[in-house]
């Protein structure tokens, strides 16, 4: 037991509670200056993180206005809504129009004769359908030769109504068949797609082996121009509704659509058509949406503001108190808020307008640094020319030749007016043939080939057989079949072909511009030259080249992309002549430049990021300065422990030995009471 130790016996001192205090007095000037450096690191953070709310909530604001199309979008208005809706893009121009609905698009309707159930049988074979307009003053069926026609199989196990419909619309043949029951019967009723070029005409193939009376299949059969006795019974489908156009009048000119949604009459409008009114027009109003642009621009003051509220909140210094704030004089801060008032106060570069800064559209600054906005010469601004107010906020391209066309720049861009010269216009690749100005028959000696557009080769091509076809009639047959073709459809490919009569000479193009596009014919029928085909490749189409601010551009088909100041700047030339071609200019709104700027604070590696993982750091070395005093207190209460405990023991013994030599002192002969 003599192992045992309990500190103060040997003293009959208060050892644990001397250490303690001793080792907290010690502790506490430290872990006091650590509590108040860990406070206010922790406090600067917070606030930090405010401010960087702040300017994420500002940018959010700006980026609404660096886009054109914040400024484009547009409102419509309808005299008579009761006759059609319209919807507007970016691209619609502003401007009153007058607008007469005369005809709606219809669908065409074909019904068969009543059958005793869905159940019963028709008949097999082929069906035959094809698309085209009919005229009915010469009684003429034209195939339409952009929608092919499509026959479909009817085999004895799918001959009944059910059946056929079935079979129809797998088909996917540009048609829909339904089963309608009239109260006598059911009969099938098929609905083409609306628009006079979409009619049918239904052949038929019948395995009775007669293919026009009223039984099998040929109860099927429609053909337009077949006029029937009206007291005979009819043989075939009866036509219940005829396909029709759209016919509408826009200021005056006559227009024919397929679809009562009609687009491509006036740019960036569509009409959904509802309802006629014949020489009765109403009026569609377009207008620029400046609602929207001015609530954007308020939005964009307000949020400025309130990012200045909480930087003048953590930056202010009391002059009363001569205390400043959590942020007074932070080095990031002031670098953030000198940049955006700076590029606030600048005039935007490369405008010449009237609009050039903030102060002509009515953006003040007060004295505290805020914005004002001056709501009336806001709306002059606006009335007075929308274009130059949106170059005041977003990045514009602007060329003063109307065939050259800014499509968009880098980040590496110069703003600034940069002329333009075109050495070579961009051409398509050219397939070429002489055919002279005679006749030209196609059977199926002559009628197959293929050829290979754009890298893409089609499938085996198949002309109509026909009889004195002129030129331009055979230009059009192959440009129909070339264009028909699945594989070239697929690979988004297409040819135009012409026919020159002065010349005689036929050529195939591809719609393609530039050096990626090519024409070459890679397979033809024996006797394809009787229509001018040979196997050859047609001329390589060209890049458009020049330069741009004078430095040399680089080409891709009609586009011209600049190097040097111009770096990364797109223009798009459409055609016209080689030479000077005016100038592009392109500029950076305050919009756009204040979001890159904040861009860069908010970066993993900007201004306040970096500031924040500066503090946050920080309060990890304050912890880790935390664990070293604690295991530095540790050790000094150990060395304390020991040395209290050392003396302890050496008390115990002294006093030990003073109540030895008392007792011993006190059996001496000569020891008496006194």
Known sequence: MAGIQAPGVGSNLDINSIVTQLVSAEKAPTEKRLNSDEALAQARLSTLGIVKSSVSDFQSSIR?????????????????????????????????????????????????????GSSANV??????????????????????????????SITPQNSSLQGIRDAINSAKAGLTATILNDGTGDRLVLSSESGADNSMRITVNDDDGNHTNDSGLSQLAFDPGIVFDPEAERIGMEQTLAARDALLKVDGLNIKRSTNSVTGVLPGVTFDL????????????????????????????????????????????????????????DPSIRSMNSQMQRIMGDMVKGLTADVRSLADIGITSARDGTLLLEGG?????????????????????????????YSKAGSDTKVGSYAVNITQLATQSSYVSTIGNGTFNIDNTNNTFKLKVDGTESGLITLSTSSNLSGAALAQEMQTQINKDSVLQTAGRSVTVSFDAASGDMAIKSSRFGSESAIAVTQISPASNTLGLTIKSGAAGLDVAGTIGGFSAKGLGTQLTGTGDAEGLVINVAGGLTGDRGTVGYTKGYAEQLNTLIGGFLSSDGVLTRQMNDFTQRI???????????????????????QFLAMDLMVGKMRSTGDFLTGQLATLPFTSNK
């Open 274 to 329: 509802k309802d006629i009114a014949p020489d009765a027009p109403t009026t569609l109003t377009i207008g620029e949406n400046k609602t929207s642009i001015k609530e954007s621009v308020q939005k964009f003051v307000d949020s400025f503001n309130e990012l200045k509220g909480v930087l003048n909140k953590a930056t202010k210094y009391d002059a009363e108190e001569k205390k400043g704030s959590l942020l007074t004089g």
């Open 620 to 642: 990890e070395s304050i912890g880790e300065s935390r664990v070293k005093l604690n295991e530095r207190m540790e050790s000094l209460e150990e060395r304390l422990r020991s």
């Open 64 to 116: 609404a206005l660096t886009s054109l199309s914040a400024f484009q979008s547009k409102t419509v208005s309808i005299g008579n809504e009761k006759l059609f809706t319209a919807t507007v893009s970016n691209a619609a121009k502003a401007g009153q129009h007058s607008v007469e609905v005369k005809q709606l698009a219809q669908a065409q309707k074909l019904a068969s004769k009543s059958f005793a």
């Open 377 to 405: 010469k806001l709306d002059q601004a606006l009335n007075n020319n929308i274009d130059d107010f949106a170059a005041l906020f977003a990045t514009t391209g602007r060329s003063s030749d109307s065939l050259v066309s």
């Open 123 to 152: 008949g097999s074979g082929t069906l035959t359908i094809q698309f085209g307009s009919y005229d009915e003053v010469s009684n003429e069926f034209t195939e339409n030769a952009s929608k092919p026609s499509k026959s479909i």
